[in-house]
């Protein structure tokens, strides 16, 4: 019998072993995928580059051509990282959203936080209210911020009630969603015609308007919340096995899920402040990083954010292909991704169990 288990433990152990490599090589490969991503990104445009240009460029920019220099660091880099440090932000905010409700459809813009945020910019942008004074400076990001914090501590809220099932939850969501639109249809109706273009640039999403200033504010923010998010990863990772199992643990669970809405309406409020409403981002980023890495979060936290960055900077790339010498709205082509991985998820879940 004794050594029946000396032979098992050191099994299981290769198996653990052999796992761990196993995804460590999915977080690499998909690393340099991004990498390849960024690179064809700042290729295409109204001028194409070949790949070695822009690497010579970005390698050695005083070897460069004036024009060339300027449109690949002033232009391009800003936009390609821009989709990158978004992506990274919206599909971490989904995947932590989904780990504290134990939903799988939830997203920042499922359960109506992007909404939210859109609209507390568009509040700024039209009527020049300042949901918090103190900052009037930052009025625009500063809105969208706290609306999508009140968005998200209330269903926060909702969800602890007794009774309350998942479905509830994504329904409440839902109606959020229309509530926050209706409301931005109405600032629409009554603004400028300069006021009303700044919101459409919400409702459609882009990336053009990135700035290096905005690119370092919003790799700031994942910054600060990824190695947040990583000291509490054995806390995520037990929430998983349910609140009680999470309890018997030892951990808080409604601090746990508290301090996480309050960094994930961070992560979705700032990109959406910077770059308007983009959607589905938040909701396949996280699903693809679990398919391939599993639920571990010292995993599943860095696949998120890899595979979210990855799959917005794919589709920058594609907003410039499909229609020669423009660029499309990014939010128009995450949709089109988005709607049939969202219908896939519903019809996959009333078969089984999330």
Known sequence: MASTIETALPASGDIYRSLTARRLAILIGLSLCLLVSIAVDMAYGPARYSLSDVISTIWNPAGAGNQLRVVIWDIRMPIALMAVTVGAC???????????????LASPFTLGISAAAGFGAALGLVAGVAVFPAAVQYM??????????LASLFIYSVSTLRGVTVETIVLLGIALVFTFNALLSLLEYLASEQALAAVVFWTMGSLTKATWAKVAVTFGVLVVCVPLF??????????RLGDDKAASFGVNVKGLRLETMMLVSLLAAIPVSFVGTIGFVGLVGPHIARMLVGEDQRFFLPGSVICGALLLSVTSVVSKMLIPGAILPIGVITALVGVP???SLIFTNRRRAW
């Not at 995947?95 to 799988?104: F, S």
């Not at 990583?230 to 929430?239: C, V």
């Open 341 to 343: 991985f969202f219908f």
């Open 140 to 149: 625009v990001p500063a809105n969208a911020f706290l609306m999508a914090m």
């Open 90 to 104: 919206l599909s971490l905010a989904g995947a932590q959203m989904q780990t504290i409700l134990a939903n799988p």
């Open 230 to 239: 990583a000291r509490r990863a054995w806390a995520l990772t037990a929430l």
